[in-house]
């Protein structure tokens, strides 16, 4: 791979619209330096019990909530919102916790007697790549960046990251904890865009990539290309359905929520909500109601209930898709139009109705607070229409019972379901789940594989009994 030269690059402060942060970006012989930095870390990190290493992850979290103040402040740049950056940040703490309970049980095992020749017995071994590479998007720039990383490290791999250069800000001052915890010859970061997400899948034996499907296409092949395995996240366009049934209060919180908040940038989003006729006018009429009544944390980013739009781009695909709808007969209940505050982009929450399969909005990834409401008549319309779709990252079925929406729930194509509430795999990662159709690629994130999957599994297998002789084998053995 030839060297590309490090060059500059600007990000965008969404609040301002002000390109005010520049930094440098890694070049190959950068990335493939800091990765020879973490290999040359990892055998001694390997080496620890899986509690030592559990033990230093504990230390980094306090760590890190020592460096709360300047890493939430960047965070808050990054993306535009004070409560979501605390958030991540409390979060991050917790899967430290979690993980580092939990991990010690997840990978044991000692000899077994073979079923086929009980002379033969065999062990795991358990062996973590040496280095993982993490691809991050600009959605939770924490969040995504360590979601894989905390239990790759656990497993006892080295981890180098790439956040995405849309949200760079927080690495510097996650890097100042990851130094002052002593960590740094095991978990690197490096900046910049493609090219040097490119370097990095060159440098790795494992990548974990969160973002678009385009990119995520990019990343396999040059996964592929080296023999490693890609695990990827990619996009969603997640369905809701509604019963007739439903407690209508109870639904259009969920949705609500589920569709907004974030302004919409999450993978997990609701982008596509489904109601039983009975219940439809009502439906749309206090959705209606509850988005109309959501605040933009503007001016004050100390008050309000949704953020601006991070990345420009993004902002243009939401206006298009609202457009699109429209002139295709959508109508808009509220919100509908970008607007520009103190150099800052927003969108609230836009209701659509009178939507149908042939618009962007209801089969394309928005990744905004779009709100399209469809009517229907049956379950098999509803199970029909929410499998209609190239993604299958998660869903949502709402009923008067638990055992109705499992039912629906059932034959939904996506990797999480969540039932009388929706998008719950941002709140709750026990589950295993993994991502169906183009939504994704590789073993689950969450529950216990998210951990075993940077662990091969290696045999030992011995024989108690005398080895076979090749006569054993002969054309003329008895
Ligand atoms: P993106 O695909 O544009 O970029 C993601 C990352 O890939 C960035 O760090 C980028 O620099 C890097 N990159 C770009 N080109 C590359 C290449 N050729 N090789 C290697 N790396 C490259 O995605 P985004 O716009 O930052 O994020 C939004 C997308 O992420 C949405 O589609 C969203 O649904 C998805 N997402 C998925 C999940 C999930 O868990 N499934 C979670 C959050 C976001």
Redesign the pocket.
Known sequence: MSDTPVSMLKARNPRTGEYDFRFETAGTAEVAAAGQRLRAGQPDWAALPVEARGERLLHFAEVMLDHRAALSAALETDTGRRRVAGLEIDGLAASIRNWASQAPGLATGGWVAGRSNPAIRHAPQFIPYPLVGV??????PLT?SMIDTVPALLAGCSVLI?????TSRFAGPLQDAVRAAGLDQQLGFVL???E???A??GACDAVC????????R??AV?AAGRMIPAFL????KDPMIVLASSDLEAATDAALRASVLSTGQ???SIERIYVQRPLYEAFLRRLTQKAEAVRLNWPDIMSGDIGPII?ER?AGILAHHISDAVDKGAAVHTGGSLEHHGGGLWLRPTVLSGVDHSMLVMSE?T?GPILPVMAFDTEEEAIDLANQSEYG?SAAVFAGTLEEAERVGRRLEAGAISLNDAALTGLFHEAEKQ?FKL??MGGS?MGAAGYQRFLRRKALIANTARPAPLAAFSEDAP
Not at 135 to 140: K, M
Not at 162 to 166: D, F, I, R
Not at 209 to 216: D, H, I, P
């Open positions: 691809i991050s998007p600009w959605n939770f995504l790439k956040p995405s250069e849309v910049g865009g493609a040097t997400g490119t990095l899948i990539f969160t973002g678009s499907v385009a990119t995520g990019k990343v040059a996240e990619l996009g969603g999450a993978c997990q990345f993004q990834e990744f990252l991502s939504s994704g994130r």
